[in-house]
């Protein structure tokens, strides 16, 4: 499965540039570093419902779970993510859900008191996982378990993976954040499970909406769609499946 990956990134970097010029959707970067479930309600009316978007991409979870100075109870993070699901869905908006990362619990206690945590890093993403897969469910909503993916494919690996930032692959004692390769994974998983659900030709605007890894900080294009950030690499993604349908 990990090779079937890396061989779909290798084509992905060797489709034509020319094909990504044509933005029949466009796609927004609504990632803020730091964000919790919280953050993202009270920014929802602006960011999101203003823009009027076909959809939108909540991918949130990694501060209310693993960030000591943000952690909230299971119940709260419940709450939340059922209440950004109904607010959009009010508003005639389609939502997508996708679970929080992985993380290397190596460098994540390096930052944060291991004590804190009452339950392992692991348990709690886990925790958090399955409550969008049931609120998923629940709601009919498409669902993509980014944490299983990962774990599937053994990231983190401490040091050793080019997926999560590392000291040896970005100089950076990181563990949580994305490189380009892991940006380029991870849209297209989400552009994936996006194929499966909709008619691309019928979504005009795509708001990708969350925290840092939404944001793609260190990226080139940080908080954009443009560059190596997620939404940049998900929005060429869907334009050249519309260019190349025409």
């Keep these: 499965m990990k090779h079937t990956?890396?061989?779909l990134l290798i084509l992905l970097q060797i489709i034509p540039s020319s094909?990504?010029?044509?933005?029949h959707t466009e796609v927004i970067n609504r990632g803020i570093p730091g964000n919790?479930?919280?953050q993202l309600l009270s920014r929802i009316q602006k960011d999101v419902i203003d823009e009027q978007p076909d959809l939108v991409i909540i991918l949130v979870g990694t501060n209310d779970l693993l960030n000591t100075?943000?952690?909230v109870p299971i119940e709260t993070f419940h709450r939340n993510i059922e209440t950004l699901a109904d607010t959009l869905l009010k508003h005639q908006i389609q939502?997508?859900?996708v679970s929080p990362p992985t993380a290397d619990v190596v460098y994540l206690y390096q930052r944060h008191d291991s004590?804190?945590?009452?339950l392992p890093p692991s348990q709690k993403l886990e925790l958090g996982r399955d409550v969008m897969k049931q609120i998923s469910k629940?709601?009919?909503?498409?669902?993509?378990d980014l944490l299983n993916f990962l774990q599937c494919l053994n990231i983190p690996q401490h040091n050793t993976d080019d997926i999560i930032r590392n000291i040896t692959n970005?100089?950076?004692?990181?563990?949580?954040?994305?490189t380009k390769k892991g940006n380029e994974l991870l849209a297209y998983y989400i552009y994936c499970h996006l194929l499966a659900c909709y008619d691309f030709s019928k979504i005009k605007k795509i708001v990708c909406f969350g925290d840092s890894i939404t944001n793609s900080v260190y990226m080139e294009g940080a908080g954009t769609s443009e560059g190596n950030t997620y939404p940049a690499i998900l929005k060429r993604l869907i334009n050249n499946r519309l260019s190349g349908s025409q």
Excluded: M, R, W
Aim: hydrophobic residues 45%.
């Design 5 to 7: 990956i890396y061989i």
């Design 19 to 23: 094909l990504f010029g044509q933005n």
């Design 36 to 38: 919790t479930s919280a």
């Design 69 to 71: 100075q943000k952690i």
């Design 95 to 97: 939502v997508v859900l």
């Design 115 to 118: 004590t804190k945590f009452d």
């Design 138 to 144: 629940e709601k009919n909503l498409p669902f993509v």
């Design 170 to 178: 970005s100089n950076a004692a990181d563990g949580v954040h994305f």
